[in-house]
């Protein structure tokens, strides 16, 4: 029997960092997401964001590449809203950022990712992209931007 541990916290902004993703839809599109996630095969650990942005903390089964999950979790959700809330208005940036994360680390990205409204009151999303590819040793200029 093969064990793993396969967890990704992927970020992705609306398309054009439209506010889109409004305070009162938010709950209902971060359980879909998470719904989407556990109907593939996925377990969705934590999914937070705010108006032009998600976060996503998933484990993945071995089999799955994580450009596969972040097209089923995006265009599943992106159909969810265009059918239920924006009616053809929304969609989701092509790009994405997804980082591994210490099984040590699993909690702190939970609340991380929870707390993404009180968060971004004191730090701008160019600044917290920054300091999350810092923190994985990549470069901005090196990889691709999701402030487009």
């Known amino acids: 029997m093969s064990h793993t541990s396969l967890l990704f916290h992927c970020i992705f902004a609306t398309k054009n960092r439209r506010p889109f993703i409004s305070e009162d839809i938010q709950p209902r599109l971060w359980s879909y997401m998470g719904g989407i996630a556990r109907i593939n095969g996925m377990k969705e650990l934590a999914v937070g964001g705010t108006r032009d942005h998600a976060h996503v903390l998933i ?25 239920k809330i924006r009616h053809g208005l929304f969609e989701w940036q092509e790009k994405y950022g997804a980082f591994s994360v210490g099984i040590s680390q699993l909690d702190a990205t939970k609340r991380y990712i929870q707390n993404q409204k009180r968060h971004h009151e004191k730090r701008s999303f160019d600044s917290e992209w920054k300091a999350i590819l810092k923190r994985h040793g990549l470069r901005d200029e090196d990889q691709p931007s999701l402030r487009d």
């Open 59 to 83: 484990s993945l089964p071995p089999k799955m590449p994580i450009a596969k999950a972040m097209q089923l979790i995006k265009a599943g959700s992106s159909k969810w809203m265009h059918d």
